[in-house]
């Protein structure tokens, strides 16, 4: 009596009896099987059959709240459940119908125009959805105003797909953009999910993703924020990453290979003003539109009929030895975070940090984050530690022009954080672009030193350049 007294809860019950049975005798239920368990392939049959023709209808439905009540019923006692017990209050009732409402949105449904999905399959993906231990998030990183020249070809061009590791560069047009991001399913969760790609066809992109546990139902939705915990609240990394991990690495790199020598301007190789990203797990919530306005564009034609194309202005040539550069130093950075935590690290965290940030800032807080990546990257905690830190410098990139660059940047920095300097004083390109590359020029000979010296701990490393 205590199973019928548990069903009795729910006011939509497991729409057979044979499948009722299959539950009660757990013959069917409870296995991690590929396979959906009967009661809810017949709950999904049903909701086809009832041939809703809106999302607000099928939602409201009694075949919905079936499906609804018996996932309730059966995937709490199921091992590696995503649910792990059986809603009991309004807030973890709505976990469960937002994710169930999210799912459909991604893997259409009936009530979708031009939805090919049966409801075998959908049931499938629906079992799978709730034991799946593991998900992908998915991040895109547009590059505003950067282009990409084939240098084997003549004439020289565009570079449609680069590769280094788990990245990819990729130029990408409406058609791809859209079916990458899922395009037609975003344009179910509203007008604010609907993704610009005629706006976004034809820039630059950086692609990358990670692997997340999946976790609870209602770690993707907004109802996540219900679950935050007290000693959380009111605190902030003091470190906070201006982009997802994946994304800082992959620029981190790309910047160190992306260096210009010339120095003929305010130069960036490209921004990157937002990341969007998102998951593949069907009970996620979908991400709320990028900005499009936020890319740069140039006008093309004649002044009867301009038409605006992405800006690609800041064009580099890339061949064979620039691309095994890019996979060469990927591969290094790998090897050398995979000594995070341990005795052996020989990169600072915040030497990435910083160098990436830079991207980010203009003017004088470029400066000031560039100078700030020096430091992460070979000063140590002992007396006259600047002084040691620049001979270091010096010694790495054996260069003196290049130590001068940075001691230009230290006394810009200095008057800028004592307020030594004159508020209406100007920074130039000059010094600008110079001061960056004497870091960029810094960071990469380290990353080779840690190649040569892999032995050395990071202290011992920073030791050797003092002798």
């Known amino acids: 009596m205590g199973a019928a007294t548990c069903i009795a809860d729910w006011p939509f019950l497991i729409s057979s009896e044979s499948a009722m049975m299959a539950w009660l005798e757990g013959t069917t239920l409870g296995k991690e099987t590929e396979e959906a368990p009967e009661a809810i392939r017949l709950a999904v049959a049903d909701l086809w059959r009832a041939a809703c023709r809106t999302e607000e209808e099928a939602y409201s439905s009694a075949a919905f709240r079936l499906l609804e009540s018996n996932c309730a019923l059966i995937y709490p006692d199921m091992s590696g459940s995503r649910l792990s017990k059986r809603p009991s209050g309004d807030s973890s009732r709505k976990e469960l119908r937002t994710a169930l409402e999210n799912f459909f949105r991604w893997n259409e449904a009936p009530w979708h125009s031009g939805s090919l999905q049966t409801a075998d399959d959908t049931a499938r993906k629906l079992h799978r959805a709730f034991l799946v231990e593991e998900v992908t998030r998915f991040h895109y990183a547009p590059l505003d105003r950067l282009d990409l020249d084939d240098s084997s070809q003549r004439p020289h061009q565009s570079v449609e797909n680069v590769r280094f590791g788990t990245n990819e560069i990729a130029l990408l047009r409406r058609g791809e953009l859209g079916r990458r991001v899922r395009h037609d399913a975003l344009k179910r969760f509203g007008r604010w999910q609907q993704f610009p790609v005629e706006r976004l066809d034809g820039f630059y992109w950086l692609v990358t993703s990670e692997s997340e546990p999946a976790g609870a139902l209602w770690e993707r939705t907004w109802l996540g924020v219900l679950h935050k915990r007290w000693d959380e609240i009111?605190?902030?990394?003091?470190?906070?990453?201006?982009?997802?991990?994946?994304?800082?690495?992959?620029?981190?790199?790309?910047?160190?290979?992306?260096?210009?020598?010339?120095?003929?301007?305010?130069?960036?190789?490209?921004?990157?003003?937002?990341?969007?990203?998102?998951?593949?797990?069907?009970?996620?919530?979908?991400?709320?539109?990028?900005?499009?306005?936020?890319m740069t564009w140039t006008l093309i034609g004649h002044p009867d009929e301009e038409i605006e194309v992405p800006d690609r202005s800041e064009s580099f040539e890339l061949g064979r030895q620039q691309l095994d550069t890019l996979e060469q130093r990927w591969r290094l950075l790998q090897k050398v975070l995979a000594k995070r935590g341990t005795e052996r690290a020989i990169l600072h965290p915040l030497?990435?940090?910083?160098?990436?940030?830079?991207?980010?800032?203009?003017?004088?807080?470029?400066?000031?984050?560039?100078?700030?990546?020096?430091?992460a990257t070979l000063?140590?905690?002992?007396?006259?530690?600047?002084?040691?830190?620049?001979?270091?410098?010096?010694r790495l990139v054996d260069d003196d022009n290049e130590a001068d660059w940075l001691e230009r940047g230290y006394t810009l920095r200095d008057e800028y954080l004592h307020s030594l300097g004159h508020p209406n004083g100007t920074i130039s390109w000059d010094d600008l672009g110079h001061i960056r590359l004497s870091v960029a020029k810094a960071v990469e000979r380290y990353l080779d030193l840690i190649d040569e010296k892999a032995e050395l701990n990071r202290e011992e490393l920073l030791r050797s350049l003092e002798t």
């Open 379 to 394: 000063m140590l905690r002992e007396h006259r530690g600047r002084e040691k830190m620049k001979r270091r410098y010096r």
């Open 234 to 294: 009111g605190k902030v990394p003091v470190f906070e990453p201006t982009f997802p991990s994946p994304v800082e690495d992959a620029l981190f790199v790309l910047l160190l290979c992306l260096s210009k020598e010339s120095i003929d301007g305010s130069w960036e190789p490209f921004d990157v003003p937002w990341v969007y990203s998102f998951s593949d797990d069907p009970f996620a919530d979908a991400p709320r539109a990028p900005d499009a306005a936020a």
């Open 351 to 375: 030497t990435k940090h910083f160098f990436v940030k830079a991207l980010s800032e203009e003017g004088i807080d470029e400066i000031v984050v560039n100078i700030s990546c020096i430091e």
